[in-house]
């Protein structure tokens, strides 16, 4: 049992410590909400909430009260903690410019954009993998709002045309623009419109994209027709969703890709299996891998020409991963235009990278045009037997993920120990030995206690899909409004 009525917080104690978390800073004297506490008319949890409530979204996705400098913390704060959740590592594949110049263009914040609209704009949690929108966040520049933070880029790109040469190397983009000249390039102009804004984040919005005339595109590739090529590369968007919320974002995908330029997906040889696992990792708290070895003992195949095929080790975490990489088959990481290295390169324009999404086609044999077919295939926590099932492309294996009780445990485990700092573990608790120590046995009675808290949280974050309401039942409990959390004292 958590937290005896002696060693609970006083309700000033309460509403002080959720401003620190929230705030990052100590209450002023002058504070109104605290004021109210002290004169008893609002509880400290209470109060809590009414400070959480002050950096809530309008219906155009703008915080309510811009001009006050806690609700603008406050909201940085927690999208600062929604962006600890994806890792660090950014793919540099390909072009380092051609990455930042689409970072003008693709908010680089998309997937905690995702999270942190979630709770302050009142969407569904499972919207997070189950939106198909593209988010830029609202930002301010004060009084520097009316500048332009960067001057208007061109961009040029090469269209899909017979004739043309091969432009998988610099040597012949240079060439093949010195060669046809602006006859075969086709140039355009970023409004500052759409770039991305900079300054502090006052919201969230969907937003459109912007369209690029033509990118290059890999018109080397045998199995490529010349038709499903000039669908493929022309009017390509910079930024699209692909279905499934963070996992369809084309920044989540560009940031954990680990497909050079111009790779074309095939079989299992070449999938973006990097990008499979951090959504497991990032959103699922999974520490792959999950499967066991006996759940994947028939799918080895010791005369595979693959050799992670031929290990059942190797299959525990590849018969997870593989299979949802399989829904990102037909992207292709593709390039608008050459690199900035030559005296022409004024009249080039800046490169910048994007998805080329290459359309089904039956007839192909080519496995980045066929039929998306995905598998969600993985353990969850405490599980004594895999899940699996097969969900097709992103908008399935996100819609799936919204059945996960494993989501909303994650979200659980990371906001309880963002308010009281304890690390709580998901997986199955076993019970401490019958010689083991004191410690021992109290350790595994305060994890239990704080595992069964948040698997409630959890269990009630799923039926409600409210964030708010998440933070309200961590806020309500015992192990937050005690002053010894985490601790022998706190066992009775």
């Known amino acids: 049992m958590l937290a005896s009525a002696q060693t609970n917080l006083s309700e000033e104690e309460i509403y002080d410590r959720c401003y620190l978390r929230m705030v990052r800073a100590v209450p002023p004297d002058t504070d109104p ?18 400070l959480l409530d002050s950096a809530l979204f309008k ?3 703008s915080l309510k009260n811009p001009s006050n400098a806690a609700t603008k913390a406050i909201l940085r704060t927690f999208h600062d903690f929604h962006g600890s959740w994806f890792q660090s590592r ?3 594949v390909g072009l380092a410019q051609a990455f930042l110049t689409n970072a003008l263009l693709a908010d680089q914040e998309e997937p905690s954009l995702f999270i942190t609209r ?31 933070p960067f001057k208007s880029q061109r961009l040029i790109s090469y269209p899909v045309r017979p004739g043309l040469p091969d432009f998988s190397s610099l040597i012949n983009l240079v060439v093949a623009h010195n060669r046809f000249g602006t006859s075969t390039t086709i140039a355009t102009t970023i409004p500052d419109s759409q770039l991305v804004p900079v300054g502090e984040l006052v919201g969230v919005r969907p937003t459109t994209t912007f369209i690029i005339p033509a990118v290059r595109s890999s018109a080397a590739h045998k199995l490529i027709t010349a038709a499903d090529l000039e669908r493929a590369a022309l009017n390509v968007p910079v930024s699209v969703n692909h279905g499934g ?15 050079d330029l111009d790779i074309i997906p095939r079989d299992e040889t070449y999938i973006n299996r990097v990008t499979a696992a951090r959504a497991f990792e990032d959103l699922l708290c999974h520490n792959l891998p999950t499967l066991t070895e006996a759940d994947v003992e028939n799918l080895v195949d010791p005369k595979s020409p693959l050799t992670f095929q031929q290990s059942a080790s190797c299959m525990q975490c590849h018969a997870q991963i593989d299979p949802f990489a399989h829904g990102y088959r037909n992207l292709v990481l593709s390039l608008s235009a050459a690199f900035l290295t030559s005296p022409s390169s004024n009249t080039v324009g800046l490169p910048i990278q994007t998805f080329v999404k290459l359309p089904v086609n039956s007839e192909s044999t080519l496995f980045a045009q066929k039929k998306p077919e995905a598998t969600l295939h ?16 992103l908008q399935g294996l996100g819609a799936n993920l919204a059945l996960s009780q494993d989501l909303y445990e994650c979200a659980a485990k990371r906001y309880y120990k963002f308010f009281t700092g304890i690390e709580v573990p998901l997986n199955e608790l076993m019970p401490p ?3 083991a120590s004191k410690e021992s046995v109290v350790k595994h009675q305060l994890d239990s206690a704080h595992q069964k808290s948040v698997l409630e949280f959890a269990k009630a974050l799923k039926e409600k899909q409210s964030l708010r309401g998440l933070i309200k039942d961590i806020i309500s409990s015992s192990a937050f409004k005690s002053r010894h959390f985490n601790s022998m004292q706190e066992v009775q």
């Open 33 to 50: 909400i605290m004021l109210r506490v002290q004169q008893k008319k609002i509880t400290g949890a209470a109060a809590c909430m009414e």
């Open 59 to 61: 219906e155009d996705g």
């Open 90 to 92: 950014i793919s540099q």
């Open 118 to 148: 979630a709770l302050f704009g009142g969407h569904r949690y499972d919207s997070i993998v189950t939106s198909n929108e593209v988010l830029q966040g609202i930002r301010s520049r004060g009084n520097k709002a009316n500048l332009s």
């Open 245 to 259: 919320g963070i996992i369809g974002s084309s920044t989540f995908i560009m940031q954990n890709a680990n497909l």
């Open 378 to 393: 993985f353990r969850n926590f405490r599980s004594a037997k895999p899940s699996k099932v097969v969900v097709g492309n």
């Open 433 to 435: 030995p019958a010689n």
